[in-house]
């Protein structure tokens, strides 16, 4: 996006080239992790590029993913990776098998929430 994609710098709001999200997980929990890219508004038909890196931090930097994932249309969302840790934090699983997250969020049996799939909000009743 564009629209909120600004910084401050000495008092006065400039336009930010930086698109990124970091995401840092403390205190590790065994289970499968899942990492997926989603296109919210799209203002062209040009696909859009997002690229992906999953790092192990300690005890030494690992990489467990880099790719890019590509999204073209509102809503469009794609699994970039998902990954699994041991009780230890070891990583003993990595694969791209796809999985909504969205979906997740619209299925009222799964969390209570019901998301309009076109626009993201919760439907009216």
Not at 54 to 82: I, S, Y
Not at 96 to 123: E, I, Q
Request: charged share 25%; glycine share 6%; net charge positive.
């Amino acid at each position: 996006g564009g629209a909120n994609d600004f910084i401050v710098v000495n008092g006065k709001k400039i336009s930010s080239p930086i698109r990124e999200e970091i995401v840092t997980i403390r205190g590790l929990v065994a289970g499968e992790y899942t990492v997926n890219v989603s296109h919210f508004i799209a203002t062209t038909n040009a696909p859009v590029a997002a690229k992906v890196k999953v790092q192990k931090l300690n005890p030494t930097a690992q990489v467990v993913f880099d790719d890019t994932v590509f999204v073209d249309h509102t809503g469009d969302e794609k699994t970039a990776v998902r990954f699994t840790l041991d009780a230890d934090g070891k990583v003993i699983d990595v694969n791209r098998r796809s999985k909504s997250l969205m979906d997740s969020f619209r299925n009222v049996n799964r969390n209570g929430v019901d998301l309009d799939p076109k626009t993201h909000y919760v439907k009216q009743l």
